[in-house]
């Protein structure tokens, strides 16, 4: 197994691997998506005050655009014209009808629309303005998270058992390759081959591959009974998010391997997508036999 020690490696070469970077580097795209609003042809970019028709930027000053903010941000709902000035003029008292109905006819001008055939800003006569139009929410990315699959070790001393180990290591990635690759990327297994035996910490092998939770594992085995352990840890804080340990009776190796790693495939799923992402499983239930032993997290 891989060291789990508080020893601190040498910073990575490569920041942007560090997983504490990736999750950092989707935050910031997660709040700029956020700051984000369409609608018919145009976008509004509430963080660096802009305003777009077909992507070409329009000049709009900035009190049309403080209105066209507060109407988007309560779309559907009247903004009375006390709410206007006391957020945009709150210490002016004489010329402040004024002030406003201008940058409302700006604004209505630079969207193409008029107080008798609103499509975007609608008055209310002696109260307000309403936003009618309908917002396209800015669709924030999906958080990836990556998965490493360490090579199995091989507790014996027996070759065979070393090719039962490789084979399952293989099985596994090929299952955890199949589940949502929109929301998580498992390294390929030519990649991880390379950590087979290392003498790295699980932060060390996290940094280099730029990946926030690794899956490692062994086998062993006693008399005509094989032992698997496999356990998925969180690279950030190096802790077990889930963790078990399979007995399988000396059998068909290939049936074997299948059994458990769909599994563990359906362990990762719930621990790292959702119970709904959770894939069906794919054989009678005769054929699984239950677990002996479950710890944290199964």
């Known amino acids: 197994m891989h060291s789990l020690s508080a020893r601190v490696p040498v910073a990575p070469s490569t920041p942007r691997g560090n997983p504490v970077h990736q999750l950092e580097r989707v935050t910031v795209e997660r709040e700029t998506a956020k700051s984000k609003a369409r609608f018919a042809n145009f976008e509004v970019d509430l963080r660096s005050r802009e305003l777009r028709k077909h992507g070409v930027r329009m000049r709009l000053a900035e009190k049309p655009f403080q209105i066209l ?14 709410a206007l000035r006391d957020k945009l003029w709150p210490d002016t008292h004489v010329g402040y009808e004024h002030s406003l109905n201008t940058a409302v006819n700006t604004l209505r001008e630079m969207l193409g629309d008029t107080a008798q055939n609103p499509r ?10 309403r936003f009618v139009c309908a ?25 065979e058992q070393e090719h039962f180990a490789d084979g399952l290591t293989e099985e596994i990635i090929s299952r955890l390759g199949q589940l949502d690759t929109r929301r998580l990327g498992v390294i390929a297994r030519t990649t991880c081959i390379q950590y087979k035996r290392t003498q790295k910490s699980i932060l060390e092998i996290a940094a280099e591959l730029g990946v926030n939770t690794i899956l490692e594992g062994s086998v062993r085995r006693s008399g005509d009974t094989l032992r698997i352990t496999a356990q998925l840890i969180d690279a950030t804080d190096q802790t077990h998010l889930w963790s078990a340990t399979f ?9 074997i391997q299948s059994d458990v790693a769909r599994d563990i495939n359906v362990a990762v799923a719930r621990e790292l997508l959702s119970e709904k992402a959770a894939p069906p499983v794919d054989a009678p239930p005769d054929r699984r036999e239950p677990l002996r032993v479950a710890t944290a997290g199964a």
């Open 120 to 129: 975007y800003i609608e008055t209310i006569p002696r109260l307000g303005y």
């Open 69 to 82: 903010e507060l109407l988007l941000a309560h779309a559907g709902a009247v903004v009375t014209r006390k």
């Open 135 to 159: 917002i396209a929410e800015s669709a924030a990315p999906p958080v990836v998270k990556k998965l490493a699959v360490l090579p199995f070790e091989n507790l014996s001393s027996s070759q």
């Open 247 to 255: 007995d399988r009776e000396l059998g068909n190796a290939l049936a």
